[in-house]
């Protein structure tokens, strides 16, 4: 039965992507797809970085990806921007702005600027190596920029940024590295103190794309970060007592509440701006609450090894994947697997896409 009712969500989520696909196909809705966060939109720019401590280039990240190759992308396969870009017929996957030798095709159509322990503090990435997200922004997307001005001109580039989908994915690193489990800003905010410290720094940032072309941008919320394995492995000792840390769920929760607000006041500023919030605490702690429903039988540990340690460097040959990753929610101890990136997907299309184009 439950793998029937698996096949029947595969099914409908692939028609509802095709079907979209096929009436938007032409004209496009969007031009390009931009992205600014962590390792969740990271499509492989951290393969570049010397200093990066997190990479996913190397086995058995990318087992699923076409071509069976790790690529950077912190999943067995494709991540939320991917499946998005696909869905808008931008593109089929969307490629890291420090890839080498980058097509004019690539560039125009956009993008990742993400770097897996990013965060919106710029604290969260003195130890990660990261790119921060003032320099994905600052440095990187100006950069950008010229380089398509340098291929289509200073108008039609101004047209493409200003038409573009921005997404924006940032801020669990924050509070795991910071607050949780690496308490350095608890030493200076309480969690509402953080929250609103988080927040101002992001306002700065949409304020900052806003003058760089940026009108159509779409800011993820924050995961119930309770639930992830490493949080929990983090808490409880015995590997078969885990459950979601519901302080932790409740600050997400929080957190996500102030943002849905703060992007409401601050589009009201930006004239001719459109700024959504995406939640996807919703989605997640669905799939967690009712697993059987999208085909899952384990949400609590990762596919990667036990899924109670790996990731990153720990995730690698020697520590061989689950059988079969469809059925985890989780891909290591941070990251969702391709499986529920798609359901995501599937969600951004119901939920936030409408609001986009209103």
């Not at 590295?177 to 101002?200: A, C, H, S």
């Not at 101890?333 to 209103?358: D, G």
Request: net charge neutral; charged share 20%.
């Amino acid at each position: 039965m439950v793998a029937t009712t698996f096949l029947i969500l595969t099914i409908i989520s692939k028609t509802c992507i095709i079907a979209l696909s096929t009436n938007i196909s032409s004209p496009k809705l969007f031009p390009a797809i931009l992205i600014f966060g962590d390792s969740t939109v990271d499509t492989g720019n951290n393969n570049y970085l010397i200093n990066a401590f997190f990479k996913g280039n190397h086995y058995p990240y990318g087992k699923d990806f076409p071509g069976h190759v790790p690529t950077g992308r912190f999943s067995n396969g494709k991540l939320v921007p991917d499946f998005i870009a696909s869905m808008l017929n931008i593109k089929d996957i969307v490629p890291p702005f420090l890839k080498p030798n980058l097509s004019d095709e690539e560039l125009l159509t956009g993008v990742s600027f993400a770097s897996a322990g990013a965060g919106y503090d710029d604290l969260t990435t003195v130890a990660s190596g990261a790119i921060s997200f003032s320099k994905q922004v600052d440095d990187y997307f100006k950069k950008y920029i010229e380089r398509i001005q340098g291929i289509v001109g200073e108008k039609e580039a101004k047209k493409i940024v200003k038409r573009a989908l921005v997404l924006v994915s940032a801020g669990t690193n924050d509070f795991g590295f910071n607050f949780y489990n690496t308490p350095t800003r608890r030493l200076e905010f309480d969690i509402n103190g953080y929250q609103d410290f988080l927040q101002k720094n992001l306002k700065k940032y949409i304020e900052e794309l806003y003058d760089l072309g940026c009108r159509k941008i779409v800011v993820s919320g924050l995961p119930p970060i309770g639930c992830l394995p490493i949080q929990m492995t983090v808490k409880f000792e015995n590997p078969s007592d885990r459950k979601c840390l519901e302080d932790e769920n409740f600050d997400a929760q929080t957190y996500n509440y102030k943002l849905s607000k703060l992007l409401a006041r601050l589009q009201a500023l930006l004239p001719g701006s459109k700024l959504v919030y995406a939640d996807i605490y919703g989605p997640l702690i669905d799939m967690i609450n009712h697993s059987q429903k999208y085909g899952f039988v384990e949400t609590n540990r990762g596919c990667c090894g036990t899924g109670l340690l790996e990731a990153g460097l720990f995730c690698n040959s020697l520590t061989p994947p689950c059988n079969d990753v469809s059925k985890y929610l989780f891909w290591d101890i941070a990251h969702p697997s391709e499986a529920a990136y798609q359901f995501l997907s599937v969600h951004f299309e119901k939920e936030v896409l409408p609001k986009l184009l209103q």
